[in-house]
């Protein structure tokens, strides 16, 4: 059984591009907020990007503001995390999930579904 399905991710040199996109199973996101997360070694987990079930809201950390775009496609069940202007520190694995029943917002517990991760590698 699986839930959320990512696809995406690879090795970009510094200032390129990469689409990352998470797949959900039946009614997974349907009327979540759904967010992308990612963590890279020795670091904790940290949020990336979020948007609510309707589109119209979304929140980014300072770190990616103005590079990363998060949206989704609610009859197609998906979520897309496109990135530009990638750093080496954008490095990490990343990961789509599924907020709780009636949350918007950073906080990695309060999401309860969870993609596989796929690795983003940006050189320098």
């Known amino acids: 059984q699986v839930q959320l399905v990512q696809s995406g991710g690879g090795l970009v040199q510094a200032g390129g591009s990469l689409t990352l996109s998470c797949a959900a199973s039946?009614?997974?996101?349907?009327?979540?907020?759904a967010g992308w997360f990612r963590q890279a070694p020795a670091k904790e987990r940290e949020f990336v990007a979020g948007i609510s079930w309707s589109g119209s809201s979304t929140v980014y950390a300072d770190s990616v503001k103005g590079r990363f775009t998060i949206s989704r496609d609610n009859a197609k069940n998906t979520v897309t995390l496109q990135m530009n202007s990638l750093k080496p520190e954008d490095t990490a694995v990343y990961y789509c999930?599924?907020?709780?029943?009636?949350?918007?917002?950073?906080?990695?517990?309060?999401?309860?579904?969870w993609g596989q991760g796929t690795q983003v590698t940006v050189s320098s």
């Open positions: 999930a599924r907020g709780s029943s009636g949350y918007f917002g950073p906080d990695s517990y309060r999401y309860n579904v």
């Open positions: 039946g009614r997974t996101f349907s009327g979540y907020f």
